[in-house]
T-cell receptor, first 117, second 115 residues
Framework: GAVVSQHPSWVICKSGTSVKIECRSL??????MFWYRQFPKQSLMLMAT?????????EQGVEKDKFLINHASLTLSTLTVTSAHPEDSSFYIC?????????????FGPGTRLTVL | AQSVTQLGSHVSVSEGALVLLRCNYS??????LFWYVQYPNQGLQLLLK??????LVKGINGFEAEFKKSETSFHLTKPSAHMSDAAEYFC?????????????FGKGTKLSVKP
């Protein structure tokens, strides 16, 4: 149980285009989903917290107009990288939390590798 | 503010040997602590978590970790390494549990297992 999927698993796009990444909780409902970014040989850095039905909360230094997050349902959150540039190339990972109890666990998706040419 | 320090960016052990991955945390209040494993080009998989119950936490794949408040440590161990354990391991801390607050990750430790 507690499976999170991401689509696509990898994507290559041209500079200036937009890319949408989907994060789905397959067997549970997630009121909260998180989006992380991971650069090569580095740890995960939280980009934003996505709550179903409300606006996402972005971490300091993350451009909300560039990284659009939509949490339209209890099983789906999307991250759209708008006007992508080569420096946006990274590994994007989402996580989802089943439930609201204290110490609930974040379950991570397999990640999406974005390469911007 | 919370922080996590993982000692050793790369640990190499022989198959069958003890695995010890070190994690020290800094937190002003009792934290929630997690160990995650990441295989190449994959997301993170939860190994185990400490939530203020038992100080010795057993996880999946034979891993366990012990919370030591006096040493502010949460080291990950496995008695006998297997080739399939080769991966990157991340220690993480949260004040409020995984759902309500940020997970602050350490920089990770890459485990290599030699035949």
């Amino acid at each position: 149980g507690a499976v999170v999927s991401q689509h696509p698993s990898w994507v290559i796009c041209k500079s200036g285009t937009s890319v949408k990444i989907e994060c789905r909780s397959l067997d549970f409902q997630a009121t909260t989903m998180f989006w992380y970014r991971q650069f090569p040989k580095q740890s995960l850095m939280l980009m934003a917290t996505s709550n179903e039905g409300s606006k996402a909360t972005y971490e300091q230094g993350v451009e909300k107009d560039k990284f659009l997050i939509n949490h339209a349902s209890l099983t789906l959150s999307t991250l759209t990288v708008t006007s992508a540039h080569p420096e946006d190339s990274s590994f994007y990972i989402c996580s989802a939390v089943p439930g609201l109890g204290v110490a609930d666990t974040q379950y991570f998706g397999p990640g999406t590798r974005l390469t911007v040419l | 503010a919370q922080s996590v320090t993982q000692l050793g960016s790369h640990v190499s052990v022989s198959e069958g040997a003890l695995v010890l991955l070190r994690c020290n945390y800094s937190s002003s209040v009792p934290p929630y602590l997690f160990w995650y494993v990441q295989y190449p080009n994959q997301g993170l998989q939860l190994l185990l978590k400490y939530t203020s119950a038992a100080t010795l936490v057993k996880g999946i794949n034979g891993f366990e970790a012990e919370f030591k408040k006096s040493e502010t440590s949460f080291h990950l161990t496995k008695p006998s390494a297997h080739m399939s354990d080769a991966a990157e391991y991340f220690c993480a801390v949260s004040l409020y549990g995984g759902s309500q607050g940020n997970l602050i990750f350490g920089k990770g430790t890459k485990l290599s297992v030699k035949p």
